[in-house]
């Protein structure tokens, strides 16, 4: 079946480092890929998506790129704000009907003045 | 407006009780979903509609029943709740069968069975 892997967390910063988070998928077929991210309190909200192979998605200062041939998705971010911290989830839909959104673990964010 | 809302956003009763959360979409959506978020915020699908026509069943005790009298709606019923229904329940609904689309999430109606 389909499954999404993220690393383990949760992961603390400072403001303005560098941010990484792994996310590698097995899939059958096509599948479109999402960050989503989910602030303390609030539902999830989506941050970026990429739907074939070699897509950036970005928005907000991250950016995903699809990477087929190593099945993966990491999130990136070239400096951190206090504001994002929050728990991110990788997760996938696969194509065709009655798809649905498979959710890797999350890994909560957090980043320090 | 809110896209997708829920009702209510906490709740708190006893072991053995039935309840009901309802969710509502004003985006036009034709799919639905109810998602369950553990303490561990790892979430699982329980159930997707398309079109008022139940899609998705994940492994879930009969004791929860979904309802959709539109596709506008979706509630969620459980029956003889149990301490390990504990959780966050999330909506969502979605324009397809998210063939690329993203979905969209209510604020999450926290259960908590004493």
């Known amino acids: 079946g389909n499954s999404v892997t993220q690393m383990e967390g949760p992961v603390t910063l400072s403001e303005e480092a560098f941010l990484t988070i792994n996310c590698t998928y097995t899939?059958?077929?096509?599948?479109?890929l999402f960050w989503y991210v989910q602030y303390p309190g609030e539902g999830l909200q989506l941050l970026l998506k990429a739907t074939k192979a070699d897509d950036k998605g970005s928005n907000k200062g991250f950016e995903a790129t699809y990477r087929k041939e190593t099945t993966s998705f990491h999130l990136e971010k070239g400096s951190v704000q206090v504001s994002d911290s929050a728990v991110y989830f990788c997760a996938l839909s696969a194509t065709g009907a009655n798809s649905k959104l498979t959710f890797g673990k999350g890994i909560t964010l957090s980043v320090r003045p | 407006d809110t896209a997708v809302s829920q009702t209510p956003k906490y709740l708190v009763t006893q072991m053995g009780n039935d309840k009901s959360i309802k969710c509502e979409q004003n985006l036009g959506h034709d799919t639905m979903y109810w998602y369950k978020q553990d303490s561990k915020k790892f979430l699982k699908i329980m159930f997707s509609y398309n079109n008022k026509e139940l899609i998705i069943n994940e492994t879930v005790p009969n004791r929860f029943s979904p309802k959709s009298p539109d596709k506008a709606h979706l509630n969620l019923h459980i029956n003889s709740l149990e301490l390990g229904d504990s959780a966050v329940y999330f909506c969502?609904?979605?324009?397809?069968?998210?063939?690329?689309?993203?979905?969209?999430f209510g604020q999450g109606t926290r259960l908590t069975v004493v």
């Open positions: 899939a059958t077929g096509y599948p479109s």
């Open positions: 969502a609904s979605s324009p397809r069968t998210l063939l690329g689309d993203e979905a969209f």
